[in-house]
């Protein structure tokens, strides 16, 4: 088994940067998840609000993160060291309460006009201080202590290469289309196995650098994989949604699930490659 993809999302629920290597830290993979878009209520928009955020494309230079879009020629830079006068404001993610730093009224002129207003709320982006700790969820952890940056819930998203094929084979026999793995959003892919073993591994290690990760919880889905994630359009407003539900890939569990939320357990600050082959621990039957 190995690993066929790595990506990030450093603003969260824009387009996502392949890369051929990227650093664990203790809130996943390094830059992922690490600025997020709120509205003026200082609350988190995703593409399940405004689904035209695929269209933004991301990019990361040495010393800035670097947002593009179609609509204007000047694209937007933000220095990577924060400013240490910055305004801190508390948003809000899911249930969470979050300290973050305020890009600044730059940023939020130009994602207002390259995005649109949010009905009446203009837009902001905000930044996951350093020393902040958002603590993931313990329901699913077993006494272990792990925090996130602004991802939904988890540190790592672990998705199946074999598991996309049999989703697809589903779809092709309803006469859908198939749909890319970028849909679900993932940061590390791995191929070998059969479809949806995926949920049956305790954890995975990997055997060049000892990263290890605890796979803790399937990733429930929602309507962001119905989405291009270059358009945002949904060419079929249901799917894969419905097929997947249809497929009951985590048994026991009412929804759609496709991947395998995850945590760090060894390994901060090592590397991750792709082709890095990895083991499996499988969860006691």
Known sequence: MQITQLHIYPVKSLRGIALDQAILTERGLAFDRQWMIVDDDNRFV?????????????????????????????????????????????????????????????????????????????????????EARRAIEPDYLRGEKAHTGFADGYAVLVTSDASL??????????????????????????????????????????????????LRKPCKRCKIITQDQRSGEAPSPKEP?????????????????FGQNAIPLAGVDAALRVGDVLSVMRRDP
Request: contains cysteine; negative net charge.
């Open 46 to 130: 995703t593409q399940r609000e405004l689904a035209a955020m695929a269209q933004v494309r991301v990019r990361l230079t040495p010393d800035a993160l670097v947002l593009e879009h179609d609509a204007v020629e000047e694209p937007l830079s933000v220095a990577l060291e924060p400013e240490a006068s910055a305004p801190r404001l508390e948003v809000r993610i899911f249930k969470d309460q979050c300290e973050a730093i305020d890009e600044g009224p730059e940023a939020a002129r130009w994602l207002t006009r390259v995005l649109g207003p949010l009905g009446s709320s203009g837009l902001r982006l905000v930044r996951f201080p350093d």
């Open 241 to 257: 949604l419905k097929t997947l539900a249809e497929m009951d890939t985590q048994p026991g569990w009412k929804g759609a699930f």
């Open 165 to 214: 094929s049999a989703l697809n084979t589903r779809l092709a026999e309803k006469g859908e289309g198939p749909v890319p793995m970028s849909r679900f959003r993932p940061n590390i892919v791995v191929a070998g196995g059969t479809a949806f073993d995926e949920r049956q591994w305790d954890d995975i290690q990997l055997q060049a650098s000892g990263v290890r990760l605890g």
